[in-house]
């Protein structure tokens, strides 16, 4: 669109000459004969640029600058003055104008001003967007956790987002998969698009059909109306086939010509209908492996795996438990209205020494059923005993240097600086070995050892 320009003059053969050049140029002009209608224009907002002159009847321009900044606020303004005398151009720049040419003036000169202004809003505009989305939070951050593997899981979701690939989530049951679905979702140009999710072990055999590729009315006993499919619901957004491992053999044939083709025929239909969808399946099983079993279609398998993002096991990834305990600490305070302020340091190591079969949703079960049976704001060891179930309860860890009873952020902090120094002390500051005790990577090792200042070779043997 235009830009859209205010011009602000009495003298009716000036203000005409200047508005015609203007409109000349592409711009979108209008104009006021005095300060007052010029401020009851600007008031209404939508203008880039407003041109002012400074003397005027009734109130002049110096006088309405404050007025018309006030009114529009985002809007540059230009004065113009028939005096060679730079006095009063001086006073408007002082009281916020942004240049100032004298009259007469050659319209090139005019031009050159005028572009200036607008390319100089044009530049503020784009930093304030800039700025706003920085200061936006990503969806990846919903993502909880700082390990190496888990920065290589955000990096890998960043990047699939922005493209149209199928992706195939790959992971134990409670990794996150749905989550990590989600955010691929969000941050892709379909975010403003549906997002459709099927569980396919958890519809009965003789549903499932219907329910990716709809029916039409009398398609069966039972079908009295149409009824439009996921594939369909889905469309211009996204579809998550969760557990895709579990979809019957005899279904994969129809559901790859849904994949391939983008179009889908109702049971009991007779033409295709199409759509534009992005395809995101997810399994807890190793589709390879079915493959070789003949339990799932290779062809099927090729086309869902053209992006594959792995969610590694919280046994794998311990260095994000305090993180994790965190947030599941706040949820936990808003859900049940508790005020818990931190973990004591031997409910940390309970914590710590166990492997999480159940992953990141087993530990959120725990800490939430701990929270119930906590009677204060600490989430003590007997709690954590509590929120484990019998068949759950690791074995007795050893012991660390405890932590001191800070709030739950400063308590997690101290408790993983304990974890790495007993770890450093234990393999003589072999980092390599400290990091496989701990479960993280040797390069998160390094990172962790630099935000707490630790030097390994204060533990190395003598």
């Given at each position: 669109m235009p830009e859209r320009i205010l011009v602000i003059d009495d003298d009716a053969s000036f203000q005409s000459m200047l508005c015609e050049a203007l409109t000349e140029k592409g711009y979108d002009v209008e104009r006021a004969g005095s300060a007052e209608q010029g401020l009851e224009l600007a008031g209404r907002g939508g203008f880039d640029l407003i041109l002012l002159d400074v003397q005027l009847p009734?109130?002049?321009?110096?006088?309405?600058?404050?007025?018309?900044?006030?009114?529009?606020?985002?809007?540059?303004?230009?004065?113009?003055?028939?005096?060679?005398?730079?006095?009063?151009?001086?006073?408007?720049?002082?009281?916020?104008?942004?240049?100032?040419?004298?009259?007469?003036?050659?319209?090139?000169e005019m031009e050159i001003v005028i572009k200036r202004a607008l390319e100089k809003r044009l530049l503020q505009d784009q930093i304030r967007l800039f700025k706003k989305k920085l200061g936006e939070k990503s969806p990846a951050s919903n993502i909880i956790g700082d390990s190496e593997p888990m920065r290589r899981v955000k990096e890998l979701v960043e990047r699939v987002a922005r493209l149209e690939t199928n992706v195939l989530i790959t992971g134990e049951t409670g990794t996150g998969k749905e989550l990590i679905a989600d955010t691929i979702h969000t941050l892709s140009h379909r975010?403003?698009?549906?997002?459709?999710?099927?569980?396919?072990?958890?519809?009965?055999?003789?549903?499932?059909?219907?329910?990716l590729f709809g029916?039409?009315?009398?398609?069966?006993?039972g079908a009295t109306g149409i009824k439009r499919g996921k594939f369909e619901l889905a469309a211009g957004g996204t579809i998550l086939l969760d557990e895709i491992g579990d979809m019957p053999l005899h279904l994969q044939p129809k559901l790859l010509r849904a994949v391939e083709q983008k179009q889908v025929e109702r049971l009991g239909g007779a033409k295709p209908i199409a759509f534009d969808i992005r395809v995101i399946a997810a399994t807890n099983q190793i589709l390879a492996e079915l493959v070789k079993q003949k339990k799932f279609r290779d062809d099927l398998f090729?086309?869902?795996?053209?992006?594959?993002?792995?969610?590694?096991?919280?046994?794998?990834?311990?260095?994000?438990?305090?993180?994790?305990a965190e947030h599941f600490i706040k949820n936990v305070n808003v859900k049940l209205g508790t005020d818990i302020a931190r973990i004591s340091p031997r409910a940390m190591e309970i914590l710590f020494a166990y492997d999480w079969p159940g992953n990141i949703?087993?530990?959120?079960?725990?800490?939430?059923?701990?929270?119930?049976?906590?009677?204060?704001?600490?989430?003590?060891?007997?709690?954590?005993?509590?929120?484990?179930?019998?068949?759950?309860?690791?074995?007795?860890p050893a012991e660390i240097v405890p932590a001191s009873n800070l709030p739950l952020r400063e308590s997690l902090q101290e408790y993983e600086k304990n974890l790495i120094t007993s770890a450093l002390k234990k393999h003589h500051g072999v980092q390599t070995e400290a990091a496989k005790q701990l479960g993280i990577t040797p390069k998160n090792l390094w990172n962790k050892l630099k935000k707490h200042a630790i030097d390994p070779a204060r533990y190395a043997r003598s």
């Open positions: 009734g109130m002049t321009g110096i006088e309405a600058i404050p007025l018309l900044n006030d009114a529009s606020p985002k809007t540059d303004i230009i004065v113009m003055t028939a005096y060679s005398s730079k006095h009063s151009a001086l006073e408007a720049i002082k009281l916020g104008a942004y240049d100032y040419f004298t009259k007469p003036f050659s319209l090139k975010a403003s698009g549906p997002f459709v999710k099927l569980n396919c072990a958890a519809i009965p055999e003789t549903l499932l059909e219907s329910e029916h039409e009315k009398g398609a069966f006993t090729y086309r869902l795996n053209v992006a594959s993002i792995h969610i590694p096991p919280l046994r794998e990834r311990k260095g994000d438990l305090p993180l994790l949703r087993q530990f959120a079960n725990v800490l939430e059923r701990a929270a119930i049976f906590s009677r204060g704001q600490v989430i003590t060891e007997s709690e954590i005993d509590l929120g484990l179930q019998e068949h759950e309860r690791p074995l007795a």
